[in-house]
Structure formats: structure tokens, C-alpha cells
């Protein structure tokens, strides 16, 4: 007999392990027979077992939606058969190791005990009773191995679906969510970890683009409290969804084809248009300013100007640089007025200069004498007043001298228009 076993090992029950089956402590109980004839390799096999056995019932406890979304990239066999009557026979067109590689993805399974299974993994390949090798497998292997998978595999407590996101799939999906239960989804949201925050991340997207309901609905009122909790690469990837309604409308699939004002609203409601790769957000702000444009093109326009002025700086002050000639020549011809003098909206679209580093703020300034849009106005006292009072503000935030002293060549330009 061998002493000094891993628990795992040495008193496999339920009673010790409650995370276990009957199942698999027949398989370890096999393990520590093994061993005590001199088998490790034949015991590292049942040890495997036990672990896959365990984790198959993990994954569905987490949910099997998830863990599908997951490995839809991965290598291998990934068919899982939901009508499958036994544990084997619904995992049977799954590879191990992709159920390994899910899992930890998700976080069901932490890193110390996936790269434990994969190293049983190589062991049953190339050190196996099936397989000659001279790195036969030890007892001690055995010990170590079986101990990493006890502390973080066999005593870690089975996912509660209540507390993982497939517990908000249904009813974001299939009904209408009272404000009690909202409130209760959004603390359930707060509580997740990183892995969740993706997977959920992406659902909730999936749903905004879908525009089915209600889960429209409950999708939108959630994607906040996960856009809080996401890092910059998953809110890019929104971004890049709008990104890709645009160059390819073709890609919209829900029925009524709003999939792409759907995720501009969204993003617009967290502050994220600023996550839009550029060419496209080049183009959102583009469309927008011809409103500021046609509105100080007008006569008695204002109300027209401030009404346009709303509209762009919901977008936030994220003009890309490809852009930035174009929507600024056209607040700075509202910002300066007319004859008559200027509306409020100079005032909505403060955020957009005060928005600027010093070296936007002289591209800015420049181009009171390059851009004939910018400077259109300038021959009348009024709008010149009020672009200098703009130049003083400029240079009031600039510390090099050399561009201090091109902001007092540019105010005497002007002086001479």
C-alpha cells in the first residue's frame, strides 16, 4: 500500500469531493488500485477520466450555449448533441481537448488545472501503456498531477447557471423583464468575471443587431452595465460592427435591416462612437456637420444651427484626423457667426475645441487663413471679433513660444481681411 496519497487518491467519496458522482470515483478509486499494483500509467488513464467525466458536467452546468460560442473557432471536433440520453453520448462528437480549451476560455476551468490536463493529455500519447516511450510515467507524476486536479479541479464548487451568464440568455431572449429583475440582471452583471463580460458582451450585441423582441429591449437596457465592465479590445469590436454595416450592408441578416443604426445608437448611448475604426467614423461625422452646414447656410437659421450643433456633439468630440478639415471649417463658420452675430450653438460644440492638444489646436487655428469656409466670414467686425477672441483662448492653452508667437501672425491676418 502507498502512503501519503492525494485526498483525490488515498479516500476518493462524495462525502470529501461533493462536487463528484458515482461515476467518478469509480474511476478514481480504480486510479488508487492502480497504483498500489505498480500501475501510475494505467492509473493516470482512470485519473483522466474521472477529470473529463467531471468537467463535461461543469460545462453543462455553465451552460451549453455558451460553451458552444466559445469554441466555434477552435480545431477539432466541437458537435455536441443536446438530445444525447447519457453524459458520453451527448459529448461524444466533442474532443477532449477542445472541451479542455472551452472551458478554460469561459472559466470554468482555471489555467494550473487545464495545462494539468494537457500534460495527462501528452503522457496518455506518448508515455502510455499503448505507447513504448522512455519517459515512462512515475508514481511521483502521478501524486503531482492528481493533487493539481484535486485543489483546482475536484474540490472547486460546480457553476451555479444562476450566477454565469447563461442564466440571462432566456429571459433577455424570450420575455419581458420587469424593473425588480432588471435591477437584479444588472448586479448579476456587475459580478462577473472577465470571461463572462465577453460572452455576454457579445450576446447582448447579437441581440441589439437582431432587433427581434423583446429582446431588443432588454438588451439595450443591459449593454451599459457590460459596456462599463469590458475592456477597450470588446468595445472595438462593436465598433467594428458598425464599421462592417457600413462598407458591407449586405452583412446585415435581421429582418428589417436597422442592424446598423441599431449599434450607433447604442454606442452613442455609452459614449463609444470614439471606438468606430476611423474610415467609418470619418464618415458618420462627415454626414452629420452637412447639417451644421446646410443650418448656417440658411436664413435665420440659428434654431437650425443649434438643433444640427446637438446632433453632432452627441457623437462626442472624436473627429478622426481624416476628417478634421471638414468638420471643423464648419464650426468655426458657426462659431464665428455672421453680420447679425452668431447663435448658441458655438456654445453645444465648446466640447469639440476643448477637446484639443496643442497641436490640433494650431491645425485649428490655421486654418482661419487657409480654409476659405473658416475664414468666409471674417471681412465683417463681428464674426472677426469673435474668431480673435477664439485665437486668444488658443493661445492662452499653448506653451511653446514659436506657436504663440504664429496665433499673434494669424489675429494680424485677420486684422487685414
Same mark, same amino acid.
Given at each position: 500500500?502507498?502512503?501519503?496519497?492525494?485526498?483525490?487518491?488515498?479516500?476518493?467519496?462524495?462525502?470529501?469531493?461533493?462536487?463528484?458522482?458515482?461515476?467518478?470515483?469509480?474511476?478514481?478509486?480504480?486510479? @488508487?488500485?492502480?497504483?498500489?499494483?505498480?500501475?501510475?500509467?494505467?492509473?493516470? #488513464?482512470?485519473?483522466?477520466?474521472?477529470?473529463?467525466?467531471?468537467? @463535461?458536467?461543469?460545462?453543462?452546468?455553465?451552460?451549453?450555449?455558451? +460553451?458552444?460560442? $466559445?469554441?466555434?473557432?477552435?480545431?477539432? @471536433?466541437?458537435?455536441?448533441?443536446?438530445?444525447?440520453?447519457?453524459?458520453?453520448?451527448?459529448? !461524444?462528437?466533442?474532443?477532449?481537448?477542445?472541451?479542455?480549451?472551452?472551458?478554460?476560455?469561459?472559466?470554468?476551468?482555471?489555467?494550473?488545472?487545464?495545462?494539468?490536463?494537457?500534460?495527462?493529455?501528452?503522457?496518455?500519447? =506518448?508515455? !502510455?501503456?499503448? =505507447?513504448?516511450?522512455?519517459? !515512462?510515467?512515475?508514481?511521483?507524476?502521478? +501524486?503531482?498531477?492528481?493533487?493539481?486536479?484535486?485543489?483546482?479541479?475536484?474540490?472547486?464548487?460546480?457553476?451555479?447557471?444562476?450566477?454565469?451568464?447563461?442564466?440571462?440568455?432566456?429571459?433577455?431572449?424570450?420575455?419581458?423583464?420587469?424593473?425588480? /429583475?432588471?435591477?437584479?440582471?444588472?448586479?448579476?452583471?456587475?459580478?462577473?468575471?472577465?470571461?463572462?463580460?465577453? &460572452?455576454?458582451?457579445?450576446?447582448?450585441?447579437?441581440?441589439?443587431?437582431?432587433?427581434?423582441?423583446?429582446?431588443?429591449?432588454?438588451?439595450?437596457?443591459? +449593454?451599459?452595465?457590460?459596456?462599463?465592465?469590458?475592456?477597450?479590445?470588446?468595445?472595438? %469590436?462593436?465598433?467594428?460592427?458598425?464599421?462592417?454595416?457600413?462598407?458591407?450592408?449586405?452583412?446585415?441578416?435581421?429582418?428589417?435591416?436597422?442592424?446598423?443604426?441599431?449599434?450607433?445608437?447604442?454606442?452613442?448611448?455609452?459614449?463609444?462612437?470614439?471606438?468606430?475604426?476611423? $474610415?467609418?467614423?470619418?464618415? &458618420?461625422?462627415?454626414?452629420?456637420?452637412?447639417?451644421?452646414?446646410?443650418?448656417?447656410?440658411?436664413?435665420?437659421?440659428?434654431?437650425?444651427?443649434? *438643433?444640427?450643433?446637438?446632433?453632432?456633439?452627441? +457623437?462626442?468630440?472624436?473627429?478622426?484626423?481624416?476628417?478634421?478639415?471638414?468638420?471643423?471649417?464648419?464650426?468655426?463658420?458657426?462659431?464665428?457667426? /455672421?453680420?447679425?452675430?452668431?447663435?448658441? $450653438?458655438?456654445?453645444?460644440? /465648446?466640447?469639440?475645441?476643448?477637446? #484639443?492638444?496643442?497641436?490640433?489646436?494650431?491645425?485649428?487655428?490655421?486654418?482661419?487663413?487657409?480654409?476659405?469656409?473658416?475664414?468666409?466670414?471674417?471681412?465683417? %467686425?463681428?464674426?472677426?471679433?469673435?474668431?480673435?477672441?477664439?485665437?486668444?483662448?488658443?493661445?492662452?492653452?499653448?506653451?511653446?513660444?514659436?506657436?504663440?508667437?504664429?496665433?499673434?501672425?494669424? *489675429? /494680424?491676418?485677420?486684422?487685414?481681411?
Amino acid at each position: 500500500m502507498i502512503d501519503n496519497l492525494p485526498a483525490i487518491l488515498g479516500d476518493p467519496s462524495k462525502d470529501n469531493f461533493p462536487a463528484t458522482v458515482d461515476a467518478e470515483i469509480t474511476y478514481l478509486s480504480q486510479a @488508487r488500485k492502480l497504483l498500489d499494483f505498480g500501475f501510475p500509467d494505467h492509473s493516470l #488513464l482512470d485519473i483522466w477520466n474521472a477529470a473529463v467525466h467531471n468537467l @463535461r458536467r461543469r460545462m453543462e452546468a455553465y451552460g451549453i450555449e455558451l +460553451f458552444i460560442s $466559445a469554441i466555434k473557432d477552435e480545431a477539432g @471536433r466541437k458537435k455536441y448533441d443536446k438530445d444525447g440520453e447519457t453524459l458520453g453520448e451527448r459529448w !461524444s462528437g466533442v474532443d477532449d481537448l477542445t472541451l479542455i480549451n472551452g472551458a478554460i476560455k469561459l472559466g470554468v476551468l482555471n489555467r494550473k488545472a487545464g495545462k494539468s490536463l494537457e500534460m495527462i493529455n501528452w503522457m496518455r500519447n =506518448h508515455a !502510455s501503456p499503448a =505507447h513504448g516511450s522512455d519517459d !515512462s510515467v512515475t508514481a511521483e507524476e502521478v +501524486f503531482g498531477l492528481a493533487l493539481i486536479l484535486q485543489k483546482n479541479l475536484f474540490e472547486a464548487e460546480m457553476p451555479d447557471p444562476g450566477h454565469s451568464p447563461s442564466g440571462l440568455f432566456e429571459p433577455i431572449k424570450n420575455s419581458e423583464i420587469s424593473e425588480d /429583475n432588471l435591477g437584479i440582471l444588472k448586479d448579476q452583471i456587475r459580478a462577473f468575471k472577465a470571461g463572462d463580460i465577453r &460572452l455576454t458582451f457579445g450576446f447582448l450585441m447579437d441581440m441589439i443587431c437582431k432587433g427581434e423582441t423583446p429582446s431588443l429591449e432588454n438588451a439595450s437596457q443591459l +449593454f451599459p452595465e457590460v459596456w462599463e465592465k469590458a475592456n477597450e479590445d470588446l468595445r472595438k %469590436s462593436a465598433g467594428q460592427r458598425y464599421h462592417s454595416y457600413t462598407v458591407d450592408p449586405d452583412s446585415d441578416t435581421s429582418d428589417d435591416k436597422g442592424a446598423k443604426i441599431r449599434v450607433l445608437e447604442t454606442l452613442v448611448k455609452v459614449q463609444g462612437v470614439k471606438f468606430i475604426p476611423d $474610415a467609418a467614423r470619418a464618415n &458618420l461625422y462627415r454626414h452629420a456637420v452637412k447639417q451644421l452646414s446646410k443650418a448656417k447656410n440658411t436664413s435665420y437659421g440659428w434654431p437650425d444651427e443649434e *438643433k444640427a450643433a446637438k446632433a453632432l456633439v452627441q +457623437f462626442g468630440p472624436y473627429v478622426p484626423s481624416i476628417a478634421f478639415e471638414d468638420v471643423y471649417q464648419e464650426i468655426l463658420a458657426v462659431w464665428c457667426g /455672421n453680420y447679425w452675430g452668431r447663435s448658441d $450653438a458655438f456654445l453645444i460644440l /465648446n466640447p469639440f475645441i476643448d477637446s #484639443l492638444n496643442s497641436m490640433q489646436l494650431m491645425t485649428l487655428a490655421r486654418m482661419f487663413k487657409e480654409n476659405e469656409r473658416a475664414n468666409g466670414e471674417l471681412f465683417q %467686425s463681428k464674426p472677426r471679433g469673435k474668431a480673435k477672441d477664439l485665437l486668444d483662448d488658443i493661445k492662452n492653452r499653448l506653451t511653446i513660444q514659436t506657436s504663440i508667437g504664429e496665433i499673434d501672425e494669424i *489675429k /494680424n491676418i485677420i486684422n487685414n481681411m
